[in-house]
C-alpha cells in the first residue's frame, strides 16, 4: 500500500438508512479518517444523492457488493463511477467474465468521466457462511479454500483486491503478493465489545498481519465520543 499516513487506512462503516446521522458522523470525522463506507442500508434508503450529500468531498468505499451478469455489473459500476468512489466491490463468485467485465468498466468510465478510477475489490466468501452452509449452496469447501480460490481468480481478472475476514489475512497475503489490496471488517479494538463479529483482531493485528484498509463501525459510531475513538484506533495503526 502507497500511503504512509495511518489515518488512510480507516474507512467508517455508516450502517443507517438516516442521512442525517450518516452526515453528522461523516462531518465529524472525516479529517481523521480515510474515508466512509455506505453500504446497501444506506444506499438502499438515500440512493445516489443521499450518498453525494453525506460523504461530500470525503473519500468513499461504495459497498454495494454486485452480482449479476457481465453486462449489468459493468453498468452498475460505470454508474457508480459517477459518485467517484475510492473504493468498489463485486462478488467474485459471479465468476470471470463478470470481474473482467467489472474492472474494464470502472477502468473506461473513469476515462470517460477523467476521474481517478476505483479501486475494484471481490468479495470471496460471505463470513456468515460456514462449511455447511457452502456445501448447501453446492460450493466446494472448506471455506478457506474457497476464499483462496476466489481470490486467486479475482486477481487473475485483474480486480485489485479483496474484502476478507482477519484470520484470511496472513494467508491471502502470501497466496495474493504485495500488492493485492486486503480490506478487511471484522476489526475490533481491544477496548470495544465484540458484538455480533465473532473471529476478531485489533487494528494493530490486523495490519501486522497484512491488512491495507480497516473497514470498522460500531466501535466507531456507536462509542460515546467517535472522534476519541477514531483518533484511539489510528494509534493503534501507527503503532502496529
Ligand atoms: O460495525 P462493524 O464494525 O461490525 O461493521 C463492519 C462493517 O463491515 C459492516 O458494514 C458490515 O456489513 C461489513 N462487513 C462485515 N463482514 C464481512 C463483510 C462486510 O462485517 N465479512
Redesign the pocket.
Known sequence: MTTSDPKDRLFV?L?TPEIERAAKLARALADDIGGV?F?KEFFTAQGPDGVRAAAGSIPLFL?LKFHDIPNTVAGAVRAAVHLRPHIVDVHASGGRAMMQAAADAAREAAEDAEVPRPLVLA?TV??SLDDRDLAEVGQAGPSGAQVRRLALLAQDCGLDGV?C?PREIAELRAACGPEFVLLV???RPAWAAA?D?KRVMTPAQAVAAGADYL?????ITRAEDPRAAVRRVVAEIADA
Open positions: 462503516a450502517d463506507k453500504g459497498d468479495v460471505l463470513t474484502v475476514s471488517p471484522g476489526i458484538g463479529q473497514v470498522i463501525g460500531r466501535p
